[in-house]
């Protein structure tokens, strides 16, 4: 995946044990974030030859707030994780490494202090994602198994009912019987405060079922309910993340109630930046 060589709005380092979080909200240009990138070592004629991957963050925040706890941090030899807020891709950096932060003076006119924030891991993880759908990033579209529901998502209520994953298809099948409450649900660690985000579905032609909610909303560090949107599965809910958010949470169906004969289908659904209203499949 490519760069984010400039366009972050805001970024999140936390520590995930204690869930102390520090968010940065004047982020220079000078700042860049690379993702599971080639790294090529030089030989003698040269060229260059493949020596496995690394990802790099590094930050320059233009104010002081949160430099302390970060230096705590860096001197506890304290592993962190991170979250990046782009303008369209973000990074989920769920991988915990230790980080360094240093300052930076500046005498020439014009010209900011601040410091630097940098973290690096020398290997390939698949806990460092770079993603324009988080919700993809985060969570996959998959059933590795037999039970017909989508991998990393918790499904509730399903008596009376089918569950299908086919070709990137998740189905609910009511074929007879009514049943009440269905529920398809989702979490992810995203502890950015003033993030605008989009969750949508993306129905598959053979959905005709218009009941039950689609739901976003924001859970504390101790997961209890903060702020959240909801209304019907067919448009897209818009979600501005509040203070103390530590996670993003949701419903692709909440509390739907079939009847015989109804099938929900949905493809891979969307959760990111994008401010579109239409629908569509956002997989990078």
Same mark, same amino acid.
């Not at 496995?52 to 506890?76: F, H, N, P, R, V």
């Not at 991170?82 to 990074?91: N, R």
């Not at 579905?201 to 997961?223: H, I, M, P, R, Y």
């Given at each position: 995946?490519?760069?984010?060589? %400039?366009?972050?709005?805001?970024?999140?380092?936390? /520590?995930?044990?204690?869930?102390?979080? &520090?968010?940065?909200?004047?982020?220079?240009?000078? %700042?860049? &974030?690379? #993702?599971?990138?080639?790294?090529?070592?030089?030989?003698?004629?040269? *060229?260059?030859?493949?020596?496995?991957?690394?990802?790099?963050?590094?930050?320059? *925040?233009?104010? +002081?707030?949160?430099?302390?706890?970060?230096?705590?941090?860096?001197?506890?030899? $304290?592993?962190?994780?991170?979250?990046?807020?782009?303008?369209?891709?973000? #990074?989920?950096?769920? /991988?915990?490494?230790?980080?360094?932060?240093?300052?930076?003076?500046?005498?020439?006119? =014009?010209?900011?202090?601040?410091?630097?924030?940098?973290?690096?891991?020398?290997? /390939?993880?698949?806990?460092?994602?770079?993603?324009?759908?988080?919700?993809?990033?985060?969570?996959?579209?998959?059933?590795?198994? #037999?039970?017909?529901?989508?991998?990393?998502?918790?499904?509730?209520?399903?008596?009376?009912?089918?569950?299908?994953?086919?070709?990137?298809?998740?189905?609910?099948?009511?074929?007879?019987?009514? $049943?009440? !409450?269905?529920?398809?649900?989702? /979490?992810?660690?995203?502890?950015?405060?003033?993030?605008?985000? !989009?969750?949508?579905?993306?129905? +598959?032609?053979?959905?005709?079922?218009?009941?039950?909610?689609?739901?976003?909303? %924001?859970? +504390?560090?101790?997961?209890?309910?903060?702020?959240?949107?909801?209304?019907?599965?067919?448009?897209?809910? $818009?979600?501005?993340?509040?203070? +103390?958010?530590?996670? &993003?949470?949701?419903?692709?169906?909440?509390?739907?109630?079939?009847?015989?004969?109804? $099938?929900?289908?949905?493809?891979?659904?969307?959760?990111?930046?994008?401010?579109?209203?239409?629908? =569509?499949?956002?997989?990078?």
């Amino acid at each position: 995946m490519p760069n984010i060589l %400039s366009g972050i709005n805001k970024i999140a380092i936390y /520590e995930p044990t204690s869930k102390v979080v &520090v968010q940065l909200n004047h982020i220079s240009p000078e %700042s860049k &974030v690379s #993702v599971n990138e080639p790294i090529e070592v030089p030989d003698s004629k040269g *060229s260059g030859y493949y020596a496995g991957t690394k990802s790099m963050l590094e930050i320059l *925040s233009l104010d +002081d707030a949160g430099y302390s706890q970060l230096k705590t941090w860096m001197e506890a030899k $304290t592993p962190v994780r991170a979250v990046v807020l782009g303008v369209q891709m973000c #990074v989920l950096w769920y /991988e915990s490494v230790p980080m360094t932060v240093k300052r930076r003076y500046q005498t020439a006119a =014009g010209e900011s202090n601040g410091f630097w924030v940098k973290m690096a891991l020398g290997q /390939e993880s698949d806990s460092i994602v770079q993603a324009e759908n988080i919700l993809y990033a985060a969570k996959g579209w998959a059933n590795a198994g #037999v039970d017909g529901k989508v991998d990393n998502f918790v499904f509730s209520d399903l008596t009376n009912s089918t569950p299908t994953f086919v070709d990137g298809v998740q189905t609910i099948d009511c074929p007879t019987l009514a $049943t009440a !409450n269905v529920s398809i649900y989702f /979490e992810l660690v995203f502890p950015i405060e003033g993030a605008i985000l !989009n969750l949508y579905n993306n129905f +598959d032609a053979s959905n005709d079922f218009t009941d039950g909610e689609l739901v976003l909303k %924001s859970l +504390d560090d101790s997961d209890a309910l903060i702020e959240e949107e909801s209304g019907t599965t067919s448009t897209v809910r $818009t979600h501005v993340t509040p203070a +103390d958010t530590y996670k &993003v949470a949701g419903y692709l169906l909440y509390d739907g109630d079939f009847n015989g004969g109804d $099938t929900f289908a949905i493809k891979l659904p969307y959760l990111g930046t994008d401010a579109r209203t239409t629908f =569509g499949v956002k997989q990078q």
